[in-house]
């Protein structure tokens, strides 16, 4: 079992940039995938970022890429994504989710664990 917290979310405004942080705790291991997902209102549930174990893997949904970037510190179980440039469609609320893989080279079809998401509201 993994339990998932995200915090860093706020209000900014559009071309600023926040970091979200999810520490992981419970049983983690280098099987353990990490991603990013997020919710806006109306809209269903996408896909923002995902990393493997050692991070030769990463992937990003269109919108987002050479705008943010996931991270990870596997000492502190804690997974990062560094939003720049921040757009008022970027507003939603934000899931960090955990799965299993069996290898570094590909990321979960499923996530079975999920954070509480934390809000970010990016203003014009």
């Known amino acids: 079992q993994v339990q998932l917290v995200e915090t860093g979310g706020g209000l900014v405004q559009a071309g600023g940039s926040l970091r979200l942080s999810c520490a992981a705790s419970?049983?983690?291991?280098?099987?353990?995938?990490m991603g990013w997902f997020r919710q806006a209102p109306g809209k269903e549930r996408e896909f923002v970022a995902g990393?493997?174990?050692?991070?030769?893997?990463?992937r990003y949904t269109n919108s987002v890429k050479g705008r943010f970037t996931i991270s990870r510190d596997n000492a502190k179980n804690t997974v990062y994504l560094q939003m720049n440039s921040l757009k008022p469609e970027d507003t939603a609320v934000y899931y960090c989710?955990?799965?299993?893989?069996?290898?570094?080279?590909?990321?979960?079809?499923?996530?079975?664990?999920w954070g509480q998401g934390t809000q970010v509201t990016v203003s014009s």
């Open positions: 989710a955990a799965g299993v893989v069996y290898s570094d080279y590909v990321l979960p079809v499923e996530y079975d664990y």
């Open positions: 419970g049983r983690t291991s280098r099987s353990s995938a």
């Open positions: 990393i493997t174990w050692s991070g030769i893997t990463t």
